[in-house]
């Protein structure tokens, strides 16, 4: 069955940085585009990065554009999501994430706290 282990996530100053890590198994990682969502306290969960699965393409939210950097490897079944800059607008929870299809599938939460 198609697992996504999420790591990385923590406490960290603003202006700090973060890297969080998702780890793929039960499916073949490298035919898939890979995505990180985030949801904050009262809000939905939004498209933070996605990334094709040769990672030659990629897509951000405008709120992260160049600060944060989605990537993969392929021969570790991992997605990375480099997080710099952090601003305490970006505390929330972090979800990885796949389609199939019409399906849906997600890694357990990451939480991500930006504050003094």
């Known amino acids: 069955q198609v697992q996504l282990v999420g790591s990385g996530g923590g406490l960290v100053q603003p202006g700090g940085s973060l890297r969080l890590s998702c780890e793929a198994s039960?499916?073949?990682?490298?035919?898939?585009?890979m995505s990180w969502y985030r949801q904050a306290p009262g809000k939905e969960r939004d498209l933070v990065a996605r990334?094709?699965?040769?990672?030659?393409?990629?897509v951000y939210a405008d709120s992260v554009k160049g600060r944060f950097t989605i990537s993969r490897d392929n021969a570790k079944n991992t997605v990375y999501l480099q997080m710099n800059s952090l601003k305490p607008e970006d505390t929330a929870v972090y979800y990885c994430n796949t389609q199939s299809g019409d399906i849906d599938y997600w890694g357990k939460g990451i939480p991500v706290t930006v504050s003094l």
């Open positions: 990334i094709s699965n040769t990672g030659l393409n990629t």
């Open positions: 039960g499916f073949t990682f490298r035919y898939y585009a």
